[in-house]
């Protein structure tokens, strides 16, 4: 399988604790997003990498949310002290670099369910 | 910031009808995709609009993209229950090509 891949596919949590995901690109991917969906709700952007770069971040990314990608190739989405607004499910994606501006394709991963009770 | 709004929220049609959802911007798009999602799964990519007044089909599904490119629809003709699902327009606003904006989406469902 070369798609996303993302792991924990499901995290149970007390509240308080951290809880760290972790997202592999298709392979020749270069950039790399993190976003949340909660039910009913489209996915809602988080940040995003260009190689090892992160680029973008949105005002949704409080402090205790912190994402990694340290060789350009996977990521990790890191939420310390936990609340219960967190539960979501945490989504990754890739995609090449865009050509001007007709962009790319996203392909996303399965998910990472988050529950924190 | 951009907004993308999707109307409507749920669908529900018989078997053969048809179906519509809409997808308007607040500001310019360089480009919109359109993703389907099951229930249970994840966003699955169905296609790019990249042209003002473009238009382009996959077997019974109809993708428009506006003139001004700050609107879009996707139509689904004679729905089948295996079309049931979200399905989420995604805009790149034209100044920034880094990031898509997700609409809410809309919730199909068919009976057969």
């Known amino acids: 399988d070369t798609g996303v891949s993302q792991d924990p596919r499901h995290k149970i949590t007390k509240r308080g604790q951290n809880v760290t995901f972790r997202c592999d690109p298709i392979s020749e991917h270069n950039r790399l997003y993190w976003y949340r969906q909660t039910l009913g709700q489209g996915p809602e952007f988080l940040t995003y990498?260009?190689?090892?770069?992160?680029?973008?971040k949105s005002r949704l990314l409080s402090d205790r949310f912190s994402a990694e990608r340290p060789k350009g190739s996977f990521s990790t989405l890191e939420i310390q002290r936990t609340e219960q607004g967190d539960s979501a499910m945490y989504l990754c994606?890739?995609?090449?670099?865009?050509?001007?501006?007709?962009?790319?394709?996203?392909?996303f991963g399965e998910g990472s369910w988050l529950t924190v009770v | 910031g951009q907004q993308v709004m999707q109307i409507p929220q749920y669908q529900h049609v018989q078997e053969g009808e048809d179906f519509t959802t809409y997808c308007n911007s607040s500001?310019?798009?360089?480009?919109i995709q359109w993703y389907k999602q099951r229930p249970g799964g994840h966003p699955v990519f169905l296609i790019q609009?990249?042209?003002?007044?473009e238009v382009k089909k996959q077997k019974r599904l109809t993708f428009q993209f506006g003139e001004a490119k700050k609107n879009s629809s996707l139509h689904i003709t004679a729905t089948q229950t295996t079309d049931v699902g979200t399905y989420f327009c995604a805009g790149r606003p034209d100044y920034n090509n880094n990031d898509m904006r997700f609409g809410a989406g809309t919730r199909l469902t068919v009976k057969p």
């Open positions: 994606a890739s995609s090449s670099r865009p050509d001007g501006r007709s962009g790319n394709t996203i392909y």
């Open positions: 500001t310019t798009l360089s480009n």
């Open positions: 990498f260009q190689n090892e770069a992160q680029l973008e």
């Open positions: 609009l990249v042209k003002s007044g």
